[in-house]
Structure formats: C-alpha cells, structure tokens
C-alpha cells in the first residue's frame, strides 16, 4: 500500500532515522569491501541482487495466491492480461473517483496538469468523512486501495473513523488500483494514483472580526500537500468548476510548459536472420571493397534480433502512448507477431524514403536515420529509437521536446579522443569524429562527448533544410552500403549539434542505464537493472566481443524481457 510520508515532526525523525542509519550501514559495507578482491566483490554483488530477484518472485506468487483464495481476496488486484496503458489506468482511476464524488453528492474540482499522469482532485475539508466513506466503498472491489496521509504524523490506513480524521488532521488522500498480471507481476506504479488533497477555507467575516480582502471563503492547500498548478481557490472559481464535464478547473489554455504538438515515434529494425534479407547482403557485399572497413562494420551481430522491437513496443504502450503514431523502418520485412493492420502503426521499406534508390539495398544505420525525416506524414517533432531502447517508466513528452518548439539532447560523460578518424575506430566513434570536423569548420566550436543511447528527439523541418543546404552530403552517406569510416551519423548526433548551434535544441536531463549484453556478467548486470526503479529508459545493446555463449546470453535477455515486460501490447496479434 502506498505510504505518503509528511513535511513535520515524527516524519522527519523517521526520515532522519532511516537516513542516518543508511549512512552507517553504507560506510560498513564500504569498509568490509576494502578487504575483498574484485571477484569476491562480484560475488557478494549477485548474490544480493539475486535475492532481491527472488524477494520480487516470492511477491508476485504472494499476489497470485491472494487473488485465488475466494471472493473476500480476489478483489485485492486488478488482473491484466494484454495492452496495458498507464496513462489510460490513471485517467480510469480518475474518472472512478469523479463518478464515486458525484454520487455521494461531493463537491470536487479537477486540477489540470502538464501531463496525462499523477491526476490531482481538490476537496473541502468539510467533506472529509463523505470523501473517507466513497473511498472506502471502493477499496477491496477491483484491485482499489486508498491511503490518507495525517499531518502531522505517518499515513494510516483508512478506517471509516471521521473522529480520528478531525483529530489527526487529514490533509490528502491516494487513490488507485492495484494492477498485477496472472503471474503475480506488479504493473501500477504510483504515476497512475490521485492525489485527492483536502483544502481549508477561510470563514466568511463576521460581525466583529476582520478578514484581509479576497480571502473571505477562499480555499488554501496545505503546506504537506503534493504541488500543483493553484494553492488557492475563490468561491466563484470553485463554483464555475462544478459545472463542468469532469469539474476540471478552467484555465482558458493549456500550460505554458505543457507539449500539445503531436509526436511520433520511428524504429528502425532489421531480422539477420532473414534468408532472403541474408542473400541481398551477400550479394550487395560481394560487389563492395570493404579493404578500408572497420572489421565490425558489417559483423552479423549488427543485424541480430532478439524481438527486443516487441518489448520496446510494450514500453511505449505501457508508458508513453501519448505518442501519436508509430513508424517502422525496414528492408522488405515484416515481424511476424506484429499486427500491421493496426491503426498506429505503419510499416515503411527503404524504397519509400530514399531520395535516391540506386544504392539500394544498404545495411549501413548511418544511411538509412540520414532519410528517417523523409517519411510521408510524420509528425514535425518525432522521436527515433532503436529497438534495443525501452521505456521504464511512465514519462512525459516534456522529457524530450519543449513547449517553445525545441528538442532536447542527452550527452553522454564519453569523450572521443583528438585522432582523425580512422578504419581503426569503431564505425560509431569514426561518426563522431567526421561529426565533430563537420561542426568545427560550420560553427567553430570542438566537439568532445558522445551521446546516450536513448530516444533521439527531432524536429523535422531542421533536417529537411540540412538536406536542402546539404545534398553532397546526405547523397554520399545513403549509398554507403556498410558503415563507411568517412560517414556521419545525422540523426542520432549531428542534428543535435546543428539544432543547438541553431537554437533550435537544448540539453536536457535523463535517467538512463546502458547494458552491453555482450559482456560475460551480462545475468549479473540485468539483474540489478530489474530492481532498478528510477530510470526512465534503458538500453541493451551487443558491443563487446566475448567468449560467453551467444545462446545462453540470448536466453538470458529474452527472460529479462518477458518479466520486466510482461503484458502482450496492442500491436501483436492475438
């Protein structure tokens, strides 16, 4: 059950408590570690993260039997079975509760916000116990659960008690569904609960007593309560808002942060297993010198699929279908579990884009994102992924673009080294590099770093006049069939750069993991990925070379996956 702990005295003795005893705990691990070897360390490592796996599993099968032991449990959780959408779960949850207020006779108002998640409704502080008792009607039915948060003390489950409210002094209550799979796999996430915050009023004056003008019968928030866009609200403005659809607070526009542009999303995906994709590039490749190549600039681990397309479709499902439309670049192939019929999505081949389709076909990623703007009605702001890249989290559009019509970049803390690119670099690192002269002889200005492996934000019409002033440029690198030591990797960098020199760009901030799933620890490094809750995307992608087996590292990935992922999206066929 979700715990809101609150700004005053015990709250912050706890937190003072628990903060304090962290730090020990943290200086004795730091201390017993420096007597360890790095493979004892290791160990210890797993070992935990291990534990926490097992702890996860131990719930979930907890939730299963809970769900399974009669009418009096079987209520406790909201079962999903396929094309689960938090954003559509929190606005349920709000329209449930607007519904329950309504007829119970509550008066409420809906406060807007900048995005789909996080729903806040204002109550008076009179209809407490009426609040209180709606809740606990819904609570035990269909996975609801509502907590209220006391100040100045900790949260309480609700107990019907108004006298105990009156007397602890309830300033909030949380709201929303326990949403878990078949399999006992927690989906919720508190992004989807409302906060339904208690507001004070100030009494009308009276005979006798003096009131500061405009405050007579006017709502205040509470200090404790969750920020939102209003701490106050007149008599005539709570009025205006109950009669409304929704009792939504009128504002007369959007939010002046809010992002209200359509956004789209493009893949780019290949299967290399594919026989007759594999007979194109070994006749494309037999006609190419590739003496002046990077060894790895065509190696078939470029091209291997692990369906990760279908998980990370289930990420932009799950946590960011606010997304307008979904484009998928490929060469002639289809995913087998996809449904193309499906109206947000479209498949797109190479023919389709390609200013110039005598080159065709490449299996160079530099040549096919250089077209991605080229697409017949995508959106003018879009986002360009990959298909190792996944959602972890409910975001907002606002993580990527800005109101004023500007795209946000990610730099990563990688710098490249001062060498003129080479075959000797890696084909990603030779990019940058011709990135970095192309800028320095544009703008004046030395690039160091690299960027994460995260969504790409693009504005469209930047990167249709960089092809207009640049047709040499663009016309070379979508005939390099492999990726080229003289190529230059436009989407994912170099717009960035041009945007922000341009002022069409900012940097931005992200809470992001990157795994390569080469590597031998790769069990060890997914494990402590899946107990992570803070980030906001993530990667898993094949860099290094090692002497793990390609199977079981395979096999390794695809449970990851199937657990982080569980839920079936939309877009596969039933």
């Not at 960035?496 to 590597?519: F, M, P, Q, S, T």
Request: include cysteine.
């Amino acid at each position: 059950m979700l715990r809101v702990l609150p700004k005053h005295s015990r709250g912050d003795a706890v937190i003072s408590a628990v903060v304090f005893g962290s730090s020990l705990v943290r200086s004795a691990r730091l201390w017993f570690f420096r007597f360890l070897s790095v493979r004892q360390r290791a160990a210890l490592s797993n070992a935990a993260y291990g534990m926490l796996a097992l702890v996860r599993r131990l719930r979930a099968r907890h939730n299963v039997l809970l769900g399974n032991r009669g009418s009096s449990s079987a209520g406790r959780f909201h079962l999903v079975d396929r094309a689960y959408d938090s954003m559509a779960v929190g606005a349920d949850n709000l329209g449930i509760i607007q519904e329950s207020f309504s007829a119970a006779g509550i008066e409420y108002v809906t406060v807007p916000s900048a995005d789909a998640f996080r729903p806040t409704v204002i109550v008076r502080r009179e209809s407490s116990a009426s609040v209180a008792s709606a809740l606990s009607e819904l609570t035990g039915t269909d996975g609801w659960f509502a907590d209220r948060q006391i100040a100045p003390f900790l949260p309480t489950t609700l107990t019907g008690s108004s006298r105990f409210e009156e007397k602890r002094g309830v300033v909030a209550y949380i709201a929303g569904r326990r949403c878990v799979t078949r399999q006992g796999v927690t989906l919720s996430n508190h992004r989807e609960f409302v906060s339904i915050q208690v507001w004070t009023s100030v009494p009308f004056a009276a005979e006798g007593r003096a009131v500061a003008d405009g405050c007579s019968g006017r709502l205040f928030s509470s200090p404790s309560h969750q920020k939102c866009i209003v701490s106050s609200l007149s008599t005539s403005q709570w009025r205006d808002a109950q009669t409304g659809p929704g009792h939504f607070l009128e504002l007369g526009g959007p939010l002046l942060m809010q992002v209200t542009e359509p956004i789209d999303v493009v893949y780019t995906w290949v299967d290399g297993s594919d026989p007759l994709w594999l007979e194109r590039k070994e006749a494309a490749l037999s006609s190419t010198d590739v003496s002046g190549f990077h060894e790895s600039a065509a190696s078939p681990s470029r091209y291997s699929s692990r369906d990760e397309l279908k998980y990370s479709l289930r990420s932009v499902e799950m946590y960011a279908n606010w997304v307008r439309h979904i484009y998928i670049v490929t060469d002639r192939q289809i995913p087998p579990w996809l449904d193309v019929d499906h109206s947000k999505i479209t498949i797109v081949d190479h023919e389709e884009i390609f200013s110039d389709c005598e080159g065709l076909p490449v299996f160079n990623s530099h040549a096919i994102e250089s077209q991605l703007h080229r697409i017949p009605g995508l959106s003018e702001r879009y986002l360009y992924l990959n298909d190792d890249i996944f959602f972890a989290r409910p975001v907002s559009p606002t993580l990527f673009f800005t109101s004023s019509g500007l795209s946000k970049f990610f730099p990563s803390q990688e710098t490249l080294d001062l060498d003129r690119a080479s075959e000797r670099d890696m084909p990603v690192a030779a990019a940058a590099k011709n990135n970095r002269d192309y800028m320095l002889g544009e703008s004046g200005r030395v690039l160091t770093n690299k960027f994460k492996h995260t969504p790409h934000a693009q504005i469209r019409s930047i990167l249709e006049q960089f092809e207009e002033d640049e047709p040499r440029l663009f016309n070379r690198i979508l005939k390099s069939r492999i990726r080229h030591p003289d190529d230059l990797s436009i989407a994912s960098s170099l717009y960035h750069y041009l945007a922000y020199v341009k002022g069409k760009a900012v940097e931005g901030r992200i809470n992001y993991a990157y795994v390569d799933i080469g590597r031998t620890d790769t069990a060890f490094r997914l494990r402590r990925l899946g107990n992570r809750r803070d980030l906001d995307v993530f990667c898993l992608n094949l860099a290094a070379v090692s002497k793990a087996s390609v199977d079981e590292n395979n096999r390794v990935v695809q449970n990851f996956l199937n657990e982080r992922f569980p839920v079936p999206s939309s877009f596969e066929l039933l």
